[in-house]
């Protein structure tokens, strides 16, 4: 017996062998100015007023769209914002100081005093799924995608942001504290703010240095 074939099958490899022609889309110099200009300030240099709700929301919508092979959404963020800062950065504070015996007694507020430096800090969390067919790399650099486009996202609207990845992101138990499961890894802290200084930028690699263009061997 004959198995008939989806009416949708045909039609893709119609279309996948029929001769294609560009449609007309709008460039964005905007946006092409924004990237070749955006520049991380140090954390002290980002401060009141954050985003607001709404803000925040658009940020993060627009973090979410990124590739992500698979449709597997392997990764998501947890917000810190307000006095829930406050209140992290003194379970971290409790947490280092039994990690660290003897620790300095001007280090005894230092995770909650980075925590309150940016008035807002998204952590983009990483939760790959060994299961999925989808190399778990792949998986990896998505949520790289999300943070990047988070910050991309924050300093089109007039905030600046700063990716940072410290002790509360590597260390297991600090990370838990947050919210992260055992089963997934922290990408980066995203701190953001209100720029309160100009961003001076920074020597960057010259084209030949990182590009190389492949040729086939004769």
């Known amino acids: 017996m004959t198995q008939s ?8 490899a119609a279309t996948a062998t029929a001769p294609l022609t560009p449609i007309a889309v709008a ?48 990764w998501r963020f947890i917000v810190l914002e307000g006095e829930a800062r406050a209140v992290a950065g003194d ?6 100081a039994t990690q660290n015996p003897g620790l300095a007694p001007e280090k005894a507020h230092m995770w909650r005093d980075y925590l309150l430096r940016a008035p807002v800090t998204v952590v983009v969390v990483s939760r790959t799924d060994p299961a999925a067919k989808i190399p778990e790399f792949n998986q ?7 943070a990047m486009n988070l910050v991309i996202a924050a300093t089109a609207m007039g905030f ?20 992260v499961a055992g089963t997934e890894k922290v990408a980066g802290f995203i701190h953001m703010g209100r720029p309160a200084a100009l961003a001076e930028d920074r020597p960057r690699p010259r084209l030949d240095e990182v590009v190389t263009r492949w040729r086939p061997e004769p």
């Open 27 to 74: 460039s964005a110099p905007e946006t092409l100015a924004l990237l070749e200009t955006r520049r991380s300030l140090p954390l002290r240099a980002l401060v009141e007023p954050g985003p607001d709700g709404a803000e925040l929301d658009r940020m993060l919508a627009i973090a979410a769209r990124v590739p992500d092979h698979g449709r597997l959404v392997p």
């Open 91 to 96: 379970r971290l504070d409790a947490l280092y």
């Open 160 to 179: 600046s942001a700063l990716w940072l990845l410290k002790w509360p992101g590597r260390d297991a138990d600090a990370a838990a504290l947050l919210g």
């Open 140 to 146: 990896v650099l998505s949520a790289g995608a999300a």
């Open 5 to 12: 074939v989806p009416r949708h099958h045909h039609q893709t």
